[in-house]
Nanobody, 117 residues
Framework: QVQLVESGGGLVQAGGSLRLSCVAS???????MGWYRQAPGKQRELVASITTSITSGYVTNYADSVKGRFTILRDNTKNTVYLQMNSLKPEDAAIYYCNTSPVPREWGQGTQVTVSS
């Protein structure tokens, strides 16, 4: 059974930072992982992803809207993927989810990020 537990969200002022964490159970962590977000009235979108290979170096990709501000990291010893978010903007406010990338599986509950202007 796939289980994803996201944490680290909260309320932050514009320009501030947050670090999200996601612990994955089962075999899901053998896959490339991604952070997705869904704002009210909008479709869920992939904002960052990271591959699995440590021998050839992890490959990361970012949506243009977060490039240079967000960093995705993974710790395979802890089955955890992180999203470091800096220089947050009001438009970053959303529920953030982690999941496999590019094809997600069952969703966790997500973690709410609110950015005040």
């Amino acid at each position: 059974q796939v289980q994803l537990v996201e944490s680290g969200g909260g309320l932050v002022q514009a320009g501030g930072s947050l670090r999200l964490s996601c612990v994955a159970s089962g075999s899901i962590f053998r896959n490339a992982m991604g952070w997705y977000r869904q704002a009210p009235g909008k479709q869920r979108e992939l904002v960052a992803s990271i591959t699995t290979s440590i021998t050839s170096g992890y490959v990361t990709n970012y949506a243009d809207s977060v490039k240079g501000r967000f960093t995705i990291l993974r710790d395979n010893t802890k089955n955890t993927v992180y999203l470091q978010m800096n220089s947050l903007k009001p438009e970053d406010a959303a529920i953030y989810y982690c999941n496999t990338s590019p094809v997600p599986r069952e969703w966790g509950q997500g973690t709410q990020v609110t950015v005040s202007s």
